[in-house]
């Protein structure tokens, strides 16, 4: 069965360290990786997707197919990064439908 | 201001109702769907439309209800069936040109 899960539910760190929120996902076809995130009192918003390789808001995460993991990395975090992620997977045939991890809280203290 | 609305943002139930909740979007996109939020839980896909007249269920398909008369709108139906129906619920619709999601802000059921 598909599934992505996300072993930390709250990760806090200090302003200007390194960040990592980890994603593990299982899939028996080609995956699709997203990480989502919201902000307080945002609505759920896209991150960045693996296909697209980008760098967004210092973030990047790099497709592991041999870990079957898609961790999100940042190397110095800032307050402003503060949210909840949700790592995610498109699923089907033509990607049409998706899972969610439980997500991460991530807190970024002064 | 285009998007995705939902409403309303507060429902409170009693227990036996069934309710509906609205989504409606002006992204002029084919496909949306109906999540629902629980702490330490995650999103859980509901139901899913691709197109006008069709929609699937997802992986909590069970005491909910959907359809899909129109593009712009994909109401779901919270029936007396569902054991556990007090949620946050949120529904979004996909650009297919990116495989990106766009969500609305969100109805908090609460079931008396």
């Known amino acids: 069965a598909q599934r992505v899960t996300q072993p930390e539910k709250l990760l806090s760190v200090f302003k200007g360290a390194p960040v990592e929120l980890k994603c593990n996902y299982s899939?028996?076809?080609?995956?699709?990786l997203f990480w989502y995130v919201q902000y307080s009192r945002q609505r759920l918003q896209l991150l960045l997707r693996h296909i697209s390789r980008e760098s967004i808001k210092g973030f990047t995460a790099d497709l592991n197919k041999g870990e079957t993991s898609f961790h999100l990395k940042k190397p110095f975090a800032q307050e402003e990064d503060s949210a909840m992620y949700y790592c995610a997977l498109s699923r089907g045939n033509y990607g049409q439908n998706f899972v969610f991890g439980p997500g991460t809280r991530l807190s970024v203290l002064p | 201001d285009g998007g995705i609305t939902q409403s309303p943002k507060y429902l409170f139930r009693k227990e036996g109702q069934n309710v509906t909740l609205s989504c409606e979007q002006n992204l002029n996109h084919d496909a949306m769907y109906w999540y629902r939020q629980d702490p330490g839980q995650g999103l859980r896909l509901i139901y899913y439309?691709?197109?006008?007249?069709?929609?699937q269920k997802g992986d909590i398909a069970e005491g909910y209800s959907v359809s899909r008369e129109k593009k712009e709108s994909f109401p779901l139906t919270v029936t007396s069936a569902q054991k556990n129906p007090t949620a946050f619920y949120l529904c979004?619709?996909?650009?297919?040109?990116?495989?990106?999601?766009?969500f609305g802000p969100g109805t908090r059921l609460t079931v008396l």
């Open positions: 439309s691709q197109i006008v007249n069709d929609f």
């Open positions: 899939y028996s076809g080609s995956p699709e």
């Open positions: 979004a619709s996909r650009d297919h040109s990116y495989n990106e999601q766009f």
